[in-house]
């Protein structure tokens, strides 16, 4: 008994170890970066946000996303999204100059929010328009 301890006791500890060594070195969770969208409607039904994202798709086609406001699902009409609130800002602004009397604004997501509609692409082959990307600087420089 006492060899047969003598043995595995070492290899039963190393094996503890070896476990526990193993968790340390696990990856960190990758955190979740903010996405600033540029809101141009919210609506409480999804009907309702594809009725006016068809009715503007012949300037400008806006996706609708799906978020939480409230406790309450919402779905939104955006036409851009940055990782930099500042960038967000600066489009906003001069969409805002173009597009006067719209109540647009800027919604901060944690991470892409899930994209629920998208309309026809402008091509006419019955394809949709992909969903927003993040992009890395404002358009309106």
């Not at 009907?47 to 006016?52: G, N, P, R, T, V």
Request: proline share 6%; with cysteine.
């Amino acid at each position: 008994m006492r060899r047969f301890l003598k043995i595995s006791l070492p290899i039963i500890l190393l094996a503890i170890m070896v476990g526990t060594s193993f968790d340390a070195q696990a990856k960190p969770k990758k955190k979740t970066r903010t996405v600033y969208y540029i809101v141009c409607g919210s609506h409480s039904s999804l009907d309702k946000a594809i009725k006016q994202s068809e009715q503007m798709s012949e300037v400008m086609f806006y996706p609708v996303y799906k978020a939480t406001a409230n406790g309450k699902t919402v779905y939104r009409l955006c036409c851009q999204c940055y990782y930099s609130k500042a960038d967000a800002e600066k489009d906003l602004k001069g969409f805002l100059s173009a597009f006067k009397g719209d109540d647009w604004w800027i919604w901060s997501s944690k991470g892409l929010a899930k994209c629920v509609y998208r309309p026809l692409s402008p091509k006419g082959d019955g394809e949709r328009i992909p969903a927003l990307q993040p992009l890395s600087k404002p358009i309106t420089e």
